[in-house]
């Protein structure tokens, strides 16, 4: 009852003048940025970012995550109209959803992913409002050593689901972690890795790490792959959006369902972002729904349950955020990123005092007016915000560059910090060539000092006692879930060698034909 | 042939190695007391530092002797649009260009590098319309001026001499002081 009036609470300040304007910006913004293939919704949310240094707290959270939230759905437009896929977690989308377009029925195709967007929206984050109290209550009773564990638990987890390489994901993950070593240390006020030079005392300032490397980065990466011709719009007549039936949604229920838990689950799994939980719902789709033989030729089961995965996992990441301060994916590392530079560090306390309380149900409640907002916005305003497509990729990309410098240089009016963003944009289009991917770094350097802070906390309180995180139940429980998480890639590099090896056994035939 | 392309892919972890070794030489060297009992502010970094170079030495001695295929990203997945290819000249032409405004920030002022530098990166990304390319490498740039520095009080760098000058007329229209 308490918390259904939290939430009330919570809902009236997201109607206010303060907080409608930015959740419908970070809307609009959402859907900008995801339809432009290459831009996506981490550099839409990081591009706001230095833009809220001057706002309220609430309004600031709430411009960020309405930002992540549409940008799980607005893909859909491109990648089932155009066969463009703004993110990779679009994909799945166009397999089915472009088939439909081909026979016709393409204001069907966004339909489905309307509702499915909805359904995964409104259901993820009800699930989230009934665990947010669990999961801070349990939260409370961590010290130093389950903190650790925690954080350990997501940086294992994170560098086991990233990327397709483990190695390179742990890699980028060893970077960020040395990263936030740099500095003058809290405890001994030592100076590690300064190199001699005053800008670096304080630190490396992780907005602008954050900026330059999904930023600036991605965009020097995108201008090295050539940018896309993209096809100017259909004519207005194929873009718009067709309701499916109650009876056709009553004979998906299985999928909805289905589709929903999971992405709810792994979204709370830190790592499995968007896109992840996106094939993964559309693998199981594959295996266990009622026409998995026919999926890929165009069915809307093809754009469901992918869709429902994507928006679904964004409720799914606000709880450990939330909770226990631990971003799971790259947007809500960002959005970590914010809280701290309100002076605010989330996790159990936020919900303890009436004043954060409500700060956190406003955020809450911003996820339900959100994906209904973004929903809305779909359904009206698709012809609208596919002429995004329209502005030149190159000019946009070059207004962009210049959004994240200026991003860098807003933070402290510190021309050092432009210097910062461009070291950091060069290590992301080498992260980019190389394939080590960018959200470990990123966890690596926000959670970094807590990590440390956490581990000499506890070495100190247990005399330098390094069993202590296998005797907690709860730190040895996250430690033997990090163990799984390490073993992951290896059991799923071993599998893929068996089945790549019983493909050959196989194919000789098929290969003597051709 | 085949020692070759594996010692090409083992490259870019033998980089990282060396950094690696290199900052774990430098731990040695951090100054500071240590209190008897505590672990001092070398032992995180140290870990961290351990941990890479395991995994580095680990990864190339998979390439060289079991030939571990190289990593691929979640972007592979993404069909290849018309237009898309293999550009990393152009990559390294817009570092460059990014270097430059940088470097001329200070002296031009954020709008009359900001021009040049819309124009330059969008340029680079193969845009060659001129006439749209002139026009929003000029309203760009007064755009974002406006926005930052009469929405979002950001100081952006003025430049010196006659740039400064000249972007103090134009915050005067605009109506920025």
């Known amino acids: 009852m308490d918390v259904l009036h939290s939430l009330g609470a919570g809902l009236l300040h997201v109607l206010s003048f303060e907080d409608l304007p930015m959740l419908l910006l970070g809307l609009l913004i959402g859907m900008a940025v995801s339809i ?155 100076q590690r890795f300064t190199f001699g030079m005053p800008v670096l005392m304080g ?43 109650l009876r056709e949604m009553w004979a998906l229920r299985a999928t909805f369902i289905r589709s929903s838990i999971l992405g709810t689950i792994l979204g709370i799994v830190p790592g499995a972002g968007a896109t992840i939980t996106s094939f993964i719902s559309y693998g199981i789709e594959k295996q266990y729904g009622k026409r998995r033989d026919q999926l890929g030729k165009g069915i809307p089961e093809g754009i469901v349950a992918p869709q429902i995965g994507s928006t679904a996992s964004v409720a799914g990441h606000m709880i450990p955020l939330l909770t226990l301060g631990l971003p799971g994916s790259g947007a809500t590392a960002v959005i970590l990123g914010a809280f701290l530079l309100h002076g605010v560090q989330p996790g159990p306390m936020l919900f303890t005092s009436p004043d954060s309380k409500i700060v956190v149900y406003s955020i809450l409640a911003s996820l339900f007016v959100g994906v209904i907002g973004m929903c809305l916005m779909g359904f009206l305003w698709i012809k609208v915000v596919v002429k995004v497509l329209e502005i030149p990729q190159a000019v946009l990309v070059a207004i962009v560059m210049v959004f994240c410098i200026v991003g860098a240089y807003a933070d402290r009016n510190s021309m050092n910090d432009v210097w910062v963003i461009v070291v950091f944009g060069l290590l992301g289009f080498l992260f980019e060539r190389f394939r080590f991917p960018i959200a470990p770094m990123v966890l690596g350097v926000i959670l970094g000092p807590l990590a440390e802070s956490s581990f000499i906390q506890t070495m100190v309180s247990y005399n330098n006692d390094w069993t202590v995180f296998l005797r907690h139940p709860i730190s040895g429980s996250l430690i033997g879930l990090s163990i799984i998480a390490l073993a992951y890639p290896a059991v799923r590099e071993i599998l893929g060698r068996k089945s790549k090896a019983d493909s050959i056994v196989l194919q000789p035939h098929v290969g003597g034909e051709s | 042939m085949l020692l070759r392309g594996r010692l090409r892919r083992s490259a870019a972890y033998a980089v990282i190695l060396c950094c690696a070794a290199y900052l774990y030489y430098l731990t040695q060297h951090i100054q500071f007391e240590l209190v008897p009992g505590r672990v001092g502010p070398d032992a995180w970094p140290k870990i961290v530092l351990v941990l890479l170079l395991v995994t580095c030495i680990w990864q190339i001695a998979r390439i060289l002797i079991f030939g571990a295929a190289p990593a691929t990203s979640a972007d592979d997945e993404l069909p290849l649009a018309e237009g898309e290819g293999d550009y990393t000249y152009l990559a390294l032409l817009a570092i460059g260009v990014t270097v430059i405004y940088a470097l001329v920030l200070p002296i031009l002022g954020f709008f009359v590098a900001t021009v040049f530098y819309i124009a330059a990166i969008a340029y680079v990304g193969r845009y060659r319309r001129v006439l749209p390319l002139v026009a929003t490498s000029l309203i760009a740039p007064i755009v974002l001026v406006f926005v930052f520095m009469k929405i979002v009080y950001v100081a952006l760098p003025l430049g010196v001499g006659p740039f400064k000058a000249l972007t103090v007329v134009l915050l005067k229209i605009m109506g920025v002081h």
């Open chain 1, 36 to 190: 432009m293939p290459g831009l996506g919704l981490v550099m839409g949310v990081v591009l706001a970012l230095p833009f809220t240094y001057r706002m309220h707290i609430e309004p600031a959270i709430i411009l960020l995550t309405a930002i992540y939230v549409s940008g799980t759905y607005a893909g859909c437009f491109t990648a089932i109209l155009y066969r463009i896929p703004g993110e990779p977690m679009d994909v799945p989308l166009l397999w089915d959803g472009y088939s439909m377009t081909q026979r016709g029925e393409a204001a069907k195709a966004l339909g489905w992913a309307l509702v499915a967007a909805l359904a995964g929206g409104l259901i993820s984050s009800a699930v989230m409002v009934a665990l947010a109290i669990p999961f801070s209550n349990a939260a409370l009773r961590f010290g130093p050593p389950e903190y650790f564990a925690a954080v350990f638990f997501g940086f294992t987890s994170i560098a086991a689901l990233a990327g397709k390489s483990f190695v390179n994901a742990f890699i980028s993950l060893c970077i960020g972690l040395w990263i936030a070593t740099i500095g003058v240390d809290q405890t001994y006020s030592a």
């Open chain 1, 203 to 245: 630190g490396l300032p992780y907005v602008v790490i954050l900026v330059g490397m999904y930023g600036l980065g991605e965009l020097i990466s995108r201008l090295g792959r050539g940018l896309p011709k993209i096809e100017k719009p259909p004519d207005e007549q194929t873009v718009g959006t067709s309701f499916p039936s």
